[in-house]
């Protein structure tokens, strides 16, 4: 018994050596039985020959056992899969030995011996597999297998290769009892899947009540996002724990495992399948370059600092204020570059120096050095304050660094020859309602009116797109943690909505883009479908397991409280100020043409922005914007202002 209990407590490889040593026994001892039974008496090899067959036959066997997986199901919970497992693999160990000995030339008499060796083999391996899961159970009691009617219920969505990897890893741990296998493929619809029905997906709501089940488990990782979500969204109506698997490239082992399964994620719904990136377009301005991110260890700063290193740079800059975040993003990219340098290959690029720039934006001393002491050909400038709210409420601050750092650094580019500048902006930007997306369409019209200027060689371009999912201060992470606290969780307004896309699309995107550029363009990023917060809030509830609270469902677990727009938020955001919108060579990637101040009248506009900051005159600072930024209007209601002035609700979709 404390011999069980020192095993479970080994960790994993040294229960498979166990077992590997075991087989090892127990397939020569198989063999030696075998020669003694058919022969009626204790044998003794009588040529060296007959000794390396004998050798050979546990080598054969141990390769063919870890080829089928014997070595990762768990001992205690081996069940009818692990054994017909065990069986099959004898076989085909019993096979390639045989075949070895026909090839050999060496004479086995009788052959029978093969046959006698595969059954005892067989029973040998099979049987000491269950004396141990035996023991192993006896001495942790709590991890027995529960009984047939204790057994978790669940359907399995998905009834291709990965679905059935699923089921016998399910059938390995004897905790789960799967009823059925949805599949939309109309072929397999009624079929038996090893021991499984498979249903349409229309029965799934029939199935859930006649059958208990509790959870059902999309395997289906391979199946187009928008397939995914229309099953994610069926399977809301249901009071089941719907579980996903990973993409097949993030399982570490590339073989399907209960644990690989995890809850749905609000990313699951509102991502989108990508669009296969241009590769000329994504290294043209980057491989063997010296490329500097400003806000590298921002939400979008960081994406596109791990994109762009394993696009080849000579020299990867990183610039940024927080010292936290740019040691977290030092200390990521150190780790993926060891890992790039273990699977590195002889075509591959040389390794990127990286180098870490702790300062401000505005520090234009520090600026231009950097740019001409390291001689950066590529500036992606993604350093900005981005919290509506907070830049509301912080106006100097938010222009000072928004508009003025963009202004320091582009000029600095212009003065040293920088190839390439670009504006990471917003959708804020678009007719402004708030400080903070004033000030990145101030931004934006600096580069417009840096590009226009006469021997300006760096080209400037500006990329605009909506939300992104998870950034730091997300809606989707403040629902998040205000679930796990119970609740409420707290909504704007009922009617407000907003464009999401995932954080590695869009910075993707912009580094396309950024390479599209002439000049003074702006580049829009098609958004896909406008989300509902309210709905967005409500699905993260129920695909955390749980109910909403409401007058509908009083005894729910979580309420929703509509507290009101804050000070200049939108109950919709736009991308485009004008209709002047062209395509390009990627469907997701638009450019669209808008109106220039000329960069002395800009000039002009800025000084005295400036002043009004030094004096922190917050009227006069309005008075200015509203002068300067077409469309502003500072609102506490949410709405978007038309180009004439009118107040109305604004939903555009790039199409």
Known sequence: MQLAIWLIERPRWFKRTVLIVNDIVMLTFALWAAYSLRLSELYVPDSLDKMLLMAVAPVIGIVVFYMRGLYKLVTRFIGPEGTTRIYVAVIIATV???????????????RSVIVIYGLIAAGLIRLSRQWAASALLKAAPQHKPVSFDERKRVIIYGAGTIGIQLLRALNETGKYKAVAFIDSNPSLAGQVVHGVKVLRPEKIGKTIAEENVKEVLLATPSALRGERRIAIRALEAYPVVVKTLPALEEIASGHVEVSDLRLIEVEDLLGRDPVIPNLELLTANVRGKVVMITGAGGSIGSELTRQLLRLGPQTLVLFELSEVALYEISMEIEEVQRRLRMRAEADAPAATTVVEVLGSVLDRKLVSRTIQELGVQVIYHAAAYKHVPIVEANPFAGLQNNTFGTLAVAEAAKELGVDRFVLVSTDKAVRPTNIMGASKRLAEQILQALAQERGTTTIFTMVRFGNVLDSSGSVVRRFRNQIKAGGPVTVTHPEIIRYFMSIPEAAQ?????????????VFVLEMGTPVKIDDLARTMVRLSGLEVRDESHPDGDIAIEYVGLRRGEKLYEELLIGENTTGTSHPRIFKNSEPIL???????ALERLEDAMHRMDETELQELLRATVEGYVPSTTGHAVSPKGEWQPVSRTLH
């Open 509 to 521: 995107l912009v580094i396309q883009a950024g390479t599209m550029a002439t000049g003074g363009e």
């Open 598 to 604: 000329p960069f002395e009248d800009l000039a002009t």
């Open 96 to 110: 390639l030995w045989a075949l070895v000995v026909l090839m050999s030339g060496v004479k086995v008499h009788p």
